[in-house]
């Protein structure tokens, strides 16, 4: 679980707990400790009650010991995190992240070879105050034996003895019958030159084993005693081996999946050459990367380390694998003349590093075939090669296992700012911090830069050096004065310079793109080329990781790179082919929206676009490429609409208004269909006018701002009636809808039998006759509703219209259902609601379900009615369908009322009232179902004011069922009073 508010704490030693910035969390009373203490022991495990209370109190615990634990787990979430202590299963469980507790970062440092950082965490006996704990310290104790060992060993093979005396001095004085710290002790004073302490140091273990315990020394303790007296030539330290390794990069942080991953790698290591190349863009932290985890391992490889730049990337050639052997000769004491061509020189190699555990570091390489001479021949060596290319052929010939490195993580990106400015001045300005990460892109090398230009000048804000970065040259400023070679924009375009035409082409014009991301054919329109040049190019681009195919298909780049890209199209191609390839890839999204609609629902008036078409296999591919393509589609757009080609805009805002409708996404609808009507007005396009005031009617409608969206529709009737004919019959077909919305049931119903006389084709009768089905359903006339409604599944299925049918199958079960056809109803709901859940339609399943939940209550099928109403809750109330969620709350309340839960049927009832204000039907119904309610709970007077009320709405909009259904009501009321 990952917690806003990290904290540190510490249990080797006296428990204890800090937060991220240093201060301590003060846990005044000790119980309020061991109570910490016996969860962290078992820390993200769940710990019984019993167990806290048995570590709190002993065998004799108070009465009152349940509710002191509940207390001091209440104690402990206001002093640390209100969620970090969870409850549940019988007990409590702390969450605690491997970076949280000092018990788990020892164990990771020890495993990790990382003995001094692991042993700096020691404070003591671990859980110090906890009693119930030894099976935990033991194992901890073991660990930190192993470190103790493990530090005197790197000290020993590092030749540094005399360190190593002090620290093992100090741990056999501590524990004397622990053997191998005596026997590391005895080897680093024989190598000090000290054979005589070095043999009395054997003699006082020797006495103080058979004084204590009548046991001799083991066998490899006296077999090392008897060489230290016979000053054995193997006991001598280790000739002095080639350590190449660059300084370790100061304050590295993060990566730690990475790291394990190459951990694994070395797990692997020992009966073969393994090589590991470590791939991914400039400035990513490649070389960062190798050469920490290289000091981490460099234990594991005591005849040593070797490292070489290749200049794959950089100023300079590359080196050939002559330049690289001849080099490597060297550092292992080769005469480099011995070697006159590659395979001499690596023959020469590998003899050298035959029978010897060397890590080999080459870093910066430029393909394959540089590197491949540089493979050692014999087991034991491990060879780590950073590379800006994928090097595809190592992993296929050569057995290379390929990790391929990513931008940080925010939090991982946030702590490389901290290492370098400190937590004080990053924790000042944490929303700046957060916009800095992602101008940087989250990319280390441009973390680092803006971190040393900001300590540079220690009295500049973060946030002022954001806005220099935001609304200025970003590349030039992410540069180091005085060091030009340690800028993003310079380690890009060396990339860059390495590759071919048309992919240098192809990274260019990405950088216009307005959307996320792109495909092949995409690139293809963009760059009018070919398919398989644009596959191509691609691939070569994804294989220098200028581009990342982050979905198969979809390639994409980070910000910095796309502004390179950018910059870099804005130097080398002229403004005419700019336009024109956004030209192209425009036109090629709006060809194939205008298609997925024809796929989905093809009614002529969405057809704005003449051109090549695209055939779907099915409406299911249709919807996966407009779902894919969204975000894309959505820029898209707004840049045709700037740019001024508003018939491709109109286009494409048509396609993405069955979207927006979809999943209600109100932002995204609203503003892409002002962008469209603002360039249609700026160009006096008339089409493009209509379908804007059209488009932003109907995502007004949807919030159920049904004022509004009448007004747009009456501002596009006189340019659709001047010179748009082929909206008329969907304009009609809106004011009917807004209009039915209203409870304006006379003028939806004149609407939609306009609509109908204009519609000259089946796809737009298909909604035209299922929502006039509804007027009818609303005015009580439910014969003419049914009868409307089967037309419209009929006429859907003559016209092979997978969504008609849907809407023709959820609305037929109102009538079918108010006709009192219950099973009939249902039969149509479910029909309509296995359509929706077919093809994602969220917004006609949640009324669907809402519907049929009432037809379940009608049938006595309460359990029903109530899982059925519920999931329609949550979907309405997940896309923001207010409608929606006063009729399931109106169906939980009246089912409710049903089975006598009166209660739970007011709470319902007055919710559904609550969001009613724009849906006049579900008022009057939930008007009169209170009403019913209080007469049930013998309050006359008020149900009396609710059937009053619903009894002037229903009149007002001609909703007869109902209003007859308020006078019976009324009369009830009464006859309730007099008796």
Partial sequence: MCHPFPVFFRVLGAVGVARSDGTPVVLRAAKQRVLLSALLVHANEWVRVEQLIDAVWGERPPRSAVANTKTYVWELRRLIEEDRIASGQGGYRIDVARNELDMFLFEDHVRDRRFGEALDLWRGRPFGELSDAEAVRGRLLETWFAAQEGLAADELAAGRHKTAVATLRALVADHPFREESRGMLMMALYRAGRQAEALQVYEDGRRILDEELGLLPGSDLRRLHLEILNQDAALDAPRRVVAQLPADVRGFTGREEMLRLLDDVLGGASTTVVVSAIAGTAGVGKTALAVHWAHRVRANFPDGQLYLNLRGHGAGSPLTPV????????SLGVD??????????????????????VLVLLDNAFDAEQVRPLLPGTPGCLVLITSRNRLDGLVARDGAQRLVLDVLSRVDARGVLEQVLGPARISAEPDAVRELVELCARLPLALRIAAANLLARPGRGIAEYVTELRTGDRLAALTVPGDPDTAVRAAIDLSYAALEPLPRKVFRLMGLVPGRDVTAPAVAALADVSLRDAVSALQTLAAAHLVDEHRSGRFTFHDLLRLCAFERCRD?????????ALERLSRHYGLIARDVIRALDPRPYRDVLDGPRTEFADEKSAITWLDDE?????AATREAAQRGDIRVATQLCVALSTQFERHRTIVEWIGTTEAVLAGARRVNDAAGQAYGLMGLAAAYWSQCEYKRALALLEEARPIVEAGVPALRCALMANFGRTYISMGRLPDSAECYRQALELADDLPSRVPALAVYGDVHWELGELDRAYELHTESIAVAHRAGLRWGVMLGETHAGRSAQALGLLDRAVE??????????????????????????????????????????????????????PRTQTSARHVL??????????????????????????????????????????????????????????????????????????????EEITSARSG
């Avoid at 330049?323 to 060297?330: C, D, N, S, V």
């Avoid at 011995?338 to 003899?351: C, F, I, L, W």
């Fill in 893 to 970: 309340g009246t089912t409710y009322f049903r089975l006598g839960r009166y209660d739970d049927a007011m709470t319902e009832l007055r919710a559904a009232l609550a969001s009613s204000e724009s849906h006049p039907r579900g008022r009057w119904d939930t008007l009169v179902a209170l009403a019913r309610l209080h007469l049930r709970l013998g309050s006359a007077d008020m149900a009396q004011v609710y059937a009053e009320q619903a009894l002037d709405g229903s009149r007002s909009t001609s909703h007869r069922l109902i209003y007859e259904e308020c006078s019976r009501l009324l």
């Fill in 572 to 580: 080398e191609d002229p403004l005419a082919e700019r336009n024109f």
């Fill in 630 to 634: 969204t975000a894309n589609l959505v």
């Fill in 336 to 357: 480099a003349g011995k070697s006159v061509d590659v395979e001499t020189a690596a023959a020469a190699y590998r003899s050298e590093l035959a029978d010897r555990r």
């Fill in 828 to 881: 149509h709901y479910l029909t309509g609601l296995e359509l929706c859940r077919q093809h994602s339609e969220p917004v006609e399943e949640a009324g669907c379900l809402a519907n049929l939940a009432g037809a379940y209550r009608d049938l006595d099928r309460f359990e029903d009615a109530l899982l059925t109403a519920r999931e329609s809750l949550a979907i309405s109330t997940r896309i923001g369908m």
């Fill in 323 to 330: 330049q690289a052997l001849e080099r490597m000769l060297g």
